[in-house]
């Protein structure tokens, strides 16, 4: 009986010690689990941290939709070839459609450029953005498919006067070069596209918008032609605050750039011409000298239709008045005094 009596407490006190054991294991286990949680939350926000932002392109640039004539300059190669369809050529290549030619390039599957015929354009990496891309216009018409929320710096087309920033959605571009002018005419058609220039930028060409720019050869004179669309200009004036206006169709921007006589420095002289052809701002400066701008030269008297028949030719700062002319000014006021 007292063999039994001691097993019996000892398995009485080995269970004892087991229910103290569970007891003690449970808790412990809130307080390591409150222990993991700040460090699981720690390791996660370091993770979103670190997480690169997708890749909106693919590294290599696609040619497909081949039709007709159409010829690619690998940069590896160094010389033209016939395209092959489908294929994914690097970032650099050149491609060109013959007459009744045309073809897409495919950034990725939802970021596309259609080369239309007798067109060449360059695909390259953005200057300020490793991952963005751009086409550069060489000649010829490009339409783009692109995403309309794309973001800002992500794509772009260059020509030899003009780039356009932000481009996103659809749209239509052209380049017209021959021995004295370059034309270059961009459409909006779902999409926005920032175009910039020399003293000049348009910050949102929108759904509808169309701007056609002719800059001569020499660059001495810049054309903006409103086509269609409302949108607004904004034009340098010499100063560190730039004017802005607003175009509408027919609307004209003229530009003319000169080299001062004395010192070369580079003087600018604008005017805007309304739609119905009077014009309507005018002013002048030199380039880098703040102290040498004239403001508005188009007061609101000007606005009448007597004023329509004055030729509208630039005001250059580095233009002398004759001296023939100042002298025959002065002469009536000497006679009026002596009188």
């Known amino acids: 009986m007292m063999d039994q009596a001691g097993v019996i407490r000892a398995s009485v006190c080995a269970v004892a010690v087991s229910v103290v054991a569970t007891v003690c294991a ?25 997480q690169q932002p997708a890749k909106l392109f693919e590294p290599l640039v696609r040619v497909m939709n081949i039709q007709g004539a159409c010829e ?3 940069p590896d ?18 491609v060109r459609t013959g007459p009744g030619g045309s073809a897409t390039l495919s950034f990725s599957a939802q970021e596309n450029v259609q080369i239309l015929e007798k067109s060449e354009v360059v695909s390259a990496v ?13 000649s010829g018409k490009i339409k783009t498919g692109l995403r309309d929320n794309l973001p800002e710096g992500s794509f772009g087309i260059e020509t030899p006067s003009v780039n356009c ?18 034309t270059f005419q961009a459409a909006a058609i779902t999409g926005v596209a920032l175009i910039e ?9 929108r759904a509808a918008n169309t701007v056609n720019i002719q800059t001569s050869a020499d660059r001495s004179l810049c054309r903006l032609t409103s086509v269609s669309g409302d949108f607004n200009v904004v034009l340098e004036n010499g100063t560190d605050t730039p004017v802005s206006y607003g175009m509408s169709p027919k609307a004209v921007v003229k530009i003319w750039r000169e080299n001062a006589p004395v010192g070369g420095r580079t003087i600018i002289s604008t005017l805007v011409v309304g739609p119905t052809g009077m014009a309507r701002h005018r002013f002048a400066y030199a380039e880098g000298r703040p102290n040498l701008a004239t403001g508005e030269l188009i007061t ?39 009188q």
């Open 197 to 205: 220039g020399p003293q000049y930028r348009i910050p949102a060409l």
């Open 72 to 74: 690619v300059n690998n």
């Open 26 to 50: 449970q808790d412990k286990q809130p307080a390591a689990a409150a222990a993991q949680a700040p460090a699981a939350a720690t390791e996660q926000a370091h993770a979103a941290e670190t």
């Open 300 to 338: 609101a008297q000007e606005g009448d239709d007597k004023e329509k028949d004055k030729e509208e030719l630039p005001v250059l700062l580095s233009k002398e008045e004759p001296k023939g002319k100042a002298t025959a000014e002065k002469k009536p006021g000497k006679d009026a005094a002596k």
């Open 165 to 182: 920033k932000n481009v996103a959605g659809r749209g239509e571009f052209s380049l017209t070069v021959d021995a004295t002018l370059v």
């Open 77 to 94: 190669v160094g010389h033209f070839a016939p395209a092959q369809n489908n294929k994914a050529y690097p970032l650099g290549t050149a």
């Open 126 to 138: 953005a200057e300020k953005n490793p991952n963005g891309r751009i086409v550069r216009l060489v």
